[in-house]
């Protein structure tokens, strides 16, 4: 009776310390790791377990695991000395994950999977050597030729959650000295952090995504550069205008929407310093980034007047041209308005002339509208008339 | 003698039916503007409801005590403030405590009128602080661990309206909404976190992260709408030591709320929280590590 009581106890004490526990302290690693909020594998897809302790002097320490990281799997490299041993390892890596990676005496490391891990994987080996693969096997695809030399097998197991960290480490440290962790980063709570420091904006948010725009980190540098073009609403800096300025030229610059956004900012920051590099982006292979330039042209207004007339006297290209007559008419001053009218004559391309066309309707002075109506007068093609005669009745 | 028995027996029923059509048509008489209201809702006439309003007031006007009048006023008036139709849905639960209380929660709250709703706030209001604090209360304690979803949701809004910080009884209120982040019923502890939200009170901050919010070994169990709309609802409070959890949770590598958290930061935070959101983005991105042993 005595036994069984006392067996009983054991049994529940086990089970409580076994069951829900939240936290488990690794001593042979070196740290302890913790059971993800539940919430995470049904909304982000993510998995493992998340180290909250490194512990001083310890295996992980000193291979420079950190607090915080998220290990979701963990790999054995085994060394392989004859067959048995080889076969061994491969059905063990296959039974868990359906797939081994062998470590080959040239150096390379092939990736073995099968469907199923009941399928044969198709190898006959000589000692640790291949010796044939059946043709159609899942091996024939792998890059595995007879002849190749086996050194080692890595086994790769997932950890889903803390009791298979208990499980599967635990096990892997009994026969091998070294484990390697995968570690996965929710990369929303980054970019989550850039949209809060363009949000929350100040000298501090802007340096800290200014950082993130001279960057390589490619999934974080555009929404940096979203975030910049939100808080530039309250805020300016020499160094954000001449870091804008900067990225908005398509030599450093290579990704579009950051070079748009650049041009936005500058639109909101209107410093006149910028009007050369933004005449230049005018020029810019896409058309979201000549449009955005000449919204900022547009916006910093008068000082941007010569230097846009004297870009209409020069430039040939249609699309340049056609910018530079709506930021003219966005403009809108009396200089504006004559050198529309002097371009006019000039200009072939027939959908620049209509933007030339809308400016000055825009502009809606007499000079302007006594220019519209004696183009109207002598316009020959009927559905550039029936615009004009629109155009002409909207102004008034 | 049975003739007798048979003789008053039938003088009594005749008795009886003469008091009974007396009381019908009595009722009838006195309710004239309320019936002829009635009635016009019921038809096909042009501005029905403004010509029911008018009966109905007139119905008030000779019966003041008139509780259906009143709440007919309250309810149909859509020329009135909400004040006025809050004082006219007051009116007619404080001449019907019994039966207006319940249809202004059960039934009024319902409705997809945001003006009538807001009426109907005023008025549970009112009546909460005009002596019904304990009928009120308990009515809407009753209403939020309902099974019915729209119950709950409605008793949770008038719950917050009652504990306004401003306006209302956040004292009496909020402990008793912080007792419903235990309920058993997610649906109730979701409205109770809603509600405590929209009161804005520092004292629900440590219970709505130690009750919903923690996964711990004790609790290892919370539907994640009602932790998202936790964090949201420390955001309303907006306290510092609503920050200061917020901001422990971002810091928490394994929650799954930390991009909930930091949405929420960046609306009320200041400068104070970019250091740490600049910690987050200089933590290690994916990565393989080697441990010796």
Known sequence: ?396 | MKGKIREITAISLCFLLFVATLAILGCGAQNEHLAKGKELLKSNKRRKEERAVAEFKLAVKEEPDNAEAHYLIGYYDENATVQERGEHLYLAYKNDRRKYLDVLIYETLRVNDQDLIQATLYALRKAYKTGGQKEVLKKLLEAIKSKDSRDRYDAGLALAYIGDKKDGDPDRVVPELIKLLDHKRMGTRLNAVLALGEIGDERAVNPIYQKIILITDEKSKESPEVRRLAVEALGKIGTKSAIDKLVVLIQDKGSSLRVDAIEVLAKIAGQDVVPILTQILGEKGAREVKVKI
């Open chain 1, 1 to 396: 009776m005595r036994r069984i009581l006392a067996i009983s106890v054991l049994v529940m004490l086990v089970a409580l310390m076994g069951c829900g526990q939240h936290r488990y302290r690794d001593k042979k690693i070196g740290i302890e790791v913790q059971s993800l909020d539940p919430d995470l594998r049904g909304r982000w897809g993510v998995e493992g377990v998340v180290v909250t302790k490194v512990f001083p002097d310890s295996p992980a320490q000193k291979a420079g695991l950190e607090e915080g990281e998220m290990i979701y799997r963990v790999s054995v490299r085994r060394p392989v000395k004859g067959k048995r041993d080889l076969m061994k390892n491969i059905s063990e890596g296959i039974k868990y994950e359906r797939m081994v990676t062998l470590e080959l005496a040239d150096g390379r490391n092939i990736l073995l999977a099968v469907r199923s891990s009941r399928d044969n994987i198709g190898i006959t080996f000589d000692g640790t050597r291949v010796k044939s693969i059946d043709e159609g096997s899942p091996s024939s695809l792998s890059g595995l030729k007879p002849g190749d030399q086996i050194k080692a097998v890595i086994i790769t197991r997932t950890i889903k959650d803390l009791d298979d960290y208990k499980k599967i480490v635990g096990k892997m440290v009994k026969s091998s000295h070294e484990l390697t962790f995968s570690t996965s980063e929710l990369s929303g709570v980054k970019l989550a952090a850039v949209r809060a420091l363009g949000e929350i904006g100040g000298a501090e948010a802007v340096k800290v995504l200014l950082q993130i725009l001279e960057s390589k980190e490619e999934l974080f540098r555009e929404p940096a550069a979203k975030a910049l073009e939100r808080l530039s609403e309250r805020f300016s800096s020499p160094d954000l205008i001449s870091k804008m300025m900067r990225h908005l030229q398509i030599r450093y610059e290579p990704n579009p929407e950051i070079r748009a956004s650049c041009a936005l900012v500058l639109a909101k920051l209107k410093p006149v310093e910028a009007i050369p590099t933004l005449i230049k982006a005018l020029y810019d292979p896409v058309a979201n980034v000549r449009f955005k330039a000449g919204v900022a042209l547009a916006s910093i207004g008068t000082p941007a007047l010569d230097p846009l007339i004297e870009e209409l006297g020069k430039t040939q290209d249609p699309n340049v041209q056609d910018i530079i007559a709506s930021t003219l008419g966005e403009i809108g001053t009396g200089r504006a308005r004559d050198a529309l009218i002097s371009a006019y004559s000039q200009i072939k391309s027939s959908s620049v002339r209509l933007s030339i066309l809308n400016s000055l309707a825009k502009i809606g002075d007499e000079k302007a509208m006594n220019f519209l109506r004696g183009v109207s007068a002598t316009e020959t093609d009927p559905q550039v008339k029936v615009y004009l005669d629109t155009l002409i009745a909207k102004a008034k």
